[in-house]
């Protein structure tokens, strides 16, 4: 069975401004999909009313835009659930209270490796590819 490590006080407070940071940037990735939501809905709600077919063209920025920062705050996420581990499995020296964010840039923490991660893909792209059919269809 392996030991279990003890954390100092300074470690235990470190972790919980890691996982602070965590739900903060998950919550705020909850609220890139809500609003995403809300935005297209109005748009093609104006669409339904007016049967311009310009507004599902327009209503793709939004859904850009917030995919775009959603993949940033699941990013930081990624890359706060890094620290916290490394701190946890004591792989690198960590200081209390370090933030090395340059270790983590590539592999799941790239931003490309994100925006294309299953969980926004199967969100944004599928959005996307509706309001096109609005667009080209009615």
Known sequence: MAKKK??????IKHLEFIQD???RFGSNSFQMKGWMLA???ALLGF??????T???????L????FWGLDAYYLQLERKFRGIYNDVIHSEKDIAPFEMPFQNYKN???AFWDVVFSKTLLFLYLPVILIL???????
């Open 47 to 52: 669409f339904a009313s007016s049967d311009n």
């Open 107 to 109: 592999g799941k923490y």
């Open 132 to 138: 096109v059919a609005v667009y080209l269809f009615m």
């Open 62 to 65: 939004p859904v850009l835009v």
């Open 6 to 11: 003890k954390f100092t006080e300074q470690e």
């Open 54 to 60: 310009k507004f599902a063209v327009v209503a793709i």
């Open 21 to 23: 940071g965590i739900s």
């Open 39 to 41: 935005i297209v809905s």
